[in-house]
Structure formats: structure tokens, C-alpha cells
């Protein structure tokens, strides 16, 4: 997903956004196509599409609860709007994963081959600092 300097698409399933910063009423978000119809705070919810009342809100590619009133693109979504009800959830997610898992016999080794790792995609400016000690 593309980087946006407004707010953070957490999966491509969501019909929500989160906001990166204080947005204000009229604030456009161009990669979501939606205009903020009012104030929204920084790490609230954004509808990036209309949803009917009962409709699931989507969040993490997961139900985090059902409209309980029509909520228009580019409405704030919160507990005025979207409420936690029962219903039947599918527990079967991740069956399909494989364990990638390895065994560390020498802990000290691993994190420093993490640190030489993390060295690697720093700018220089950053490597002098962790060689000199300023992260540590």
C-alpha cells in the first residue's frame, strides 16, 4: 500500500483509515478519495466508504463492530456510530501457517547478527553513532 502523510491503511480489507495526525473538517484525502466531514483526532477512525446501518466496520482485516446508524465516507467512526455486538466468529485464521521457527543456541550471537543487520540499512550518519556507543 502506498505511503499517505494523512492516515494509515492498517489492511487492504478495511473500510476505516487511521488518522497520522489531527485532521480538520474539509481536510481531503486524496489516496482514499474521501473528504473528512468533520474534526478528527490523531488515531481515530476515518469511513473510507459508505456503510448502511448493521454493515461491519473492518479494521486490522478484522469486524471491530457494526454500524449503528448509515455512516458516510469520510465520517468520523467511533462509539457514536459503530457499535460491539454479538456474532459468529471464524476461528480458523492462520491454519494454513508454517512455522519458520529457529533455535538459538547463542543468544549474544543472534543479537548482535540483529545489530549488524539493522547497521546495514542505516544512513552513515547513524552508523558512527551506534559505533561510537550513542545506542547502546
Not at 482485516?61 to 455486538?85: C, K, M, R, W, Y
Request: with cysteine; proline share 4%.
Amino acid at each position: 500500500m502506498p505511503f499517505n502523510p494523512l492516515t494509515i491503511r492498517l489492511h487492504s480489507d478495511d473500510n476505516v483509515v487511521v488518522a497520522r495526525i489531527d485532521l480538520t473538517s474539509g481536510a481531503i484525502i486524496p489516496e482514499e478519495e474521501v473528504t473528512c466531514l468533520g474534526s478528527i483526532a490523531f488515531g481515530h477512525k476515518i469511513a473510507t466508504s459508505f456503510s448502511r446501518a448493521g454493515d461491519s466496520g473492518k479494521k486490522y482485516g478484522q469486524i471491530i463492530g457494526f454500524a449503528s446508524l448509515d455512516i458516510q465516507p469520510g465520517e468520523h467512526v467511533h462509539t457514536h456510530n459503530l457499535s460491539v455486538i454479538e456474532f459468529t466468529r471464524d476461528y480458523a485464521i492462520g491454519e494454513e501457517a508454517t512455522s519458520d521457527a529457529i533455535t538459538i543456541t547463542d543468544p549474544q550471537a543472534a543479537i548482535e547478527s540483529g545489530i549488524d543487520k539493522i547497521r546495514k540499512m542505516l544512513p552513515e550518519a547513524c552508523r558512527v553513532g551506534l559505533n561510537a556507543g550513542w545506542c547502546r
